[in-house]
């Protein structure tokens, strides 16, 4: 059993930052990859990015590359979404997930793949 908990959501201005932090505790494995998933009102849950602990493997759906950067401490079983130049689209509730598999682009687009799943937190982005 793994448990993730979210925090670092907020509300911000356009082109403000926000570093949303996933701690992880339970059984974490280095094999584990973390992903980063959005939903907004009334809109499926899309995939925002991915790491997978071992190597630190990185992805990104197109609309948040050159702004968004994930990044994994495995030391403290957490990984960071440090958000910059954040635009309104972005507001949704944000979650973290988890799963025994290494990341990839599909796996950063497939939230049904992912076993384990925080409570979210909130982003608001006001023009």
């Known amino acids: 059993e793994v448990q993730l908990v979210e925090s670092g959501g907020g509300s911000v201005q356009a082109g403000g930052s926000l570093r949303l932090s996933c701690a992880a505790s339970?059984?974490?494995?280095?094999?584990?990859?973390i992903g980063w998933f959005r939903q907004a009102p009334g809109k499926e849950r899309e995939g925002v990015s991915c790491?997978?602990?071992?190597?630190?493997?990185?992805y990104y759906v197109d609309f948040v590359k050159g702004r968004f950067t994930i990044s994994s401490d495995n030391a403290k079983n957490t990984v960071y979404l440090q958000m910059n130049s954040l635009k309104p689209e972005d507001t949704a509730v944000y979650y973290c997930?988890?799963?025994?598999?290494?990341?990839?682009?599909?796996?950063?687009?497939?939230?049904?793949?992912?076993?384990?799943w925080g409570q979210g937190t909130q982003v608001t982005v006001s023009s």
């Open positions: 790491i997978s602990r071992r190597d630190g493997s990185a």
């Open positions: 339970g059984f974490i494995f280095d094999d584990d990859a």
């Open positions: 997930a988890a799963v025994n598999l290494p990341c990839s682009d599909y796996m950063m687009r497939s939230p049904v793949e992912f076993d384990y």
